[in-house]
C-alpha cells in the first residue's frame, strides 16, 4: 500500500465542508445522501485531514436502545485504499466502546464489509436479523423526501446490482 500522511480530529463540519460532501455524495452510488440538518445532528464525527483538508469522514448517531450507527462514511476517491477508511473505522469503534453503546453499521459496499470483518463485527445480510431499535431508526430515517428521493435518483443513474450487508458489535449487553 502506498503511503499518505493524513491525521484523524475530532472536530464538527463547517458549512462549506458539508455543502462540498453533499455535492460529492451525490455522485456515489453506494450511500444514498443526507441533509444539511442530518449532517448537523451527528452525534461524532471523525475527519481524517491531510495538509488541514478534509481527506475523509465517519459520521456517528445515538439511536434508540443505547445503539450508535455509522452513518456517513467516506473517503475522497484520489485518497482511497491508503488505510484511512481503517483508521475512520477504528475512531467509531473506539468511540462507541468509550460511549458504552453497541454500534451498527449498513451498507452497500464490499471495502466496509471487509473493514467490517476485520474488525470482528458480527456481518450478516437479512434486514430482520437486526435487533428491533436499529430496525426502526432505519425505518424512521428512510421516512425522508431527501432519501426517497436520493434512493430513486440513484438506483436510475447506478444501475448495478447492490447488496445490502448488516454488521453489528456489542459493546454492552
Ligand atoms: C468505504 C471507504 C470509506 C473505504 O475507505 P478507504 O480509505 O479506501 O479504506 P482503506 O484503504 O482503509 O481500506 C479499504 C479496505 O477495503 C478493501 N477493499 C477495497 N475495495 C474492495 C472491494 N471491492 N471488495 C472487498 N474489499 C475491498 C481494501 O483492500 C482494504 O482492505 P484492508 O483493510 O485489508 O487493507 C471508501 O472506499 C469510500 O469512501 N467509498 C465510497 C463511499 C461509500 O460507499 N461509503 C460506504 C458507506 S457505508
Given at each position: 500500500m502506498q503511503k499518505q500522511t493524513f491525521k484523524i480530529v475530532r472536530r464538527r463540519l463547517d458549512d462549506k465542508e458539508i455543502a462540498f460532501l453533499i455535492k460529492e455524495i451525490k455522485q456515489t452510488p453506494n450511500i444514498t445522501g443526507f441533509t444539511v440538518s442530518e449532517w448537523d445532528s451527528f452525534d461524532g464525527i471523525f475527519i481524517a485531514e491531510i495538509d488541514n483538508k478534509l481527506a475523509g469522514i465517519i459520521a456517528l448517531k445515538n439511536t434508540a436502545g443505547n445503539w450508535v450507527s455509522i452513518e456517513a462514511f467516506y473517503v475522497l476517491s484520489k485518497y482511497r485504499n491508503f488505510g484511512i477508511g481503517n483508521k475512520l473505522f477504528d475512531a467509531a469503534l473506539k468511540a462507541a466502546m468509550k460511549k458504552k453503546r453497541n454500534l451498527y453499521v449498513i451498507t452497500y459496499n464490499e471495502a466496509v464489509v471487509s473493514i467490517m470483518r476485520k474488525n470482528n463485527l458480527q456481518v450478516f445480510?437479512?434486514?430482520?436479523?437486526?435487533?428491533f431499535f436499529v430496525m426502526l431508526a432505519n425505518i424512521t430515517h428512510a421516512l425522508n423526501c431527501y432519501i426517497v428521493y436520493e434512493f430513486i435518483r440513484k438506483k436510475i443513474a447506478f444501475p448495478a446490482d447492490r447488496k445490502l450487508t448488516f454488521g453489528i458489535k456489542f459493546f454492552v449487553e
Open positions: 445480510d437479512a434486514f430482520f436479523k437486526l435487533p
